[in-house]
């Protein structure tokens, strides 16, 4: 279009994406290129100063990769994450796809009935970049944090997935908006409730085995960042839920709760003991109560 005017355009100016014959899905602005993603290739232009025309195709930037679903295009630790046909995520490291899921997070996009709709949102908190990206098809999400390389799932209670599907920064804060609901959130360090209803907080051990000899755990106990409870309410008096499982994660134990600390009360420890024998066993732990849950290790007495 011509300069400022999105309603002016001159019929010679055009360019088409020629690298292969896909048809393109989802242009995308970033570090002042063009990203042309298509179904099977992604070509990158730039700014070429021409006078007749401003841009011009990058010849040593084209992917051997395109995207499958458009919306999951977006910016996240200063470069581009997406969801390539491949149903692999990737992110751009300089002109090359460098790939960031895991085999169970491309597993799970396998098994996605239509992964074209895929929706994607970035965010910084505590100095952690967060690719979050979610599927109203599957009813999941998956969240990758680029400091550490881990990913993990968000959900809104009582649904299986999480509500915001867009992100800004604006006004000193980080804005998110739900689309099915018409809302905008803020996400905040230190504050410990979604929308005003409980976040669950889960983890889940790797498997604790001695080969195929049986173990006996007499004692576990969990440090947490301790003595952070409330003054009054729900969280003055904050607890952590334990389960276990010997069946690989198929089935878990009944809750077994134990105090993380009430306010000031740094010393507290949870301890669990005479948990039993088993040969191989998995422990979930989860605090539901609108503290700061931190832990700091865990550590079982076996024999």
Known sequence: ????????????????????????????????????????????????????????????AALEKGCIAPFSVTKCDNTVFWVANDLIVYRLNGYS???????????????????????????????????AMTSPSGMWTRVY?????????????????????????CYGKTLVGDSGAGLVYELRTGLYTDNDGAIRREVISPPIHNSTAPLTMSR??????????LNTGQGSDPQAMMQWSDDGARTWSQEHWRSIGQIGEYGDRAVWRRLGRFRERAFKLAVSDPIKAVIIGAYGDVA
Do not use: M
């Open 220 to 229: 576990l106990e969990v440090c947490f960042e301790a003595g952070v409870g």
């Open 1 to 60: 279009s011509a300069l400022r005017d999105f309603t002016t355009y001159d019929a010679l100016d055009f360019a088409t994406a020629e690298t292969d014959s896909d048809p393109r899905v989802r242009p995308f602005a970033d570090h002042q290129e063009l990203w042309l993603f298509g179904q099977k290739t992604t070509e990158i232009w730039g700014v070429s100063g021409t006078a007749d025309f401003p841009f011009a195709r990058t010849p040593t």
């Open 145 to 169: 944090d680029a400091a550490t390389g881990l990913w993990h799932d968000r959900a809104t209670y009582p649904d299986e997935y999480w509500k915001p599907s867009t992100s800004a920064v």
């Open 97 to 131: 796809p460098q790939r960031v899921s895991t085999h169970a997070i491309e597993s799970l996009l396998t098994e996605t009935p239509d992964p074209s709709d895929i929706i994607a949102l970035s965010h910084v908190e505590n100095g952690h970049s967060f690719y």
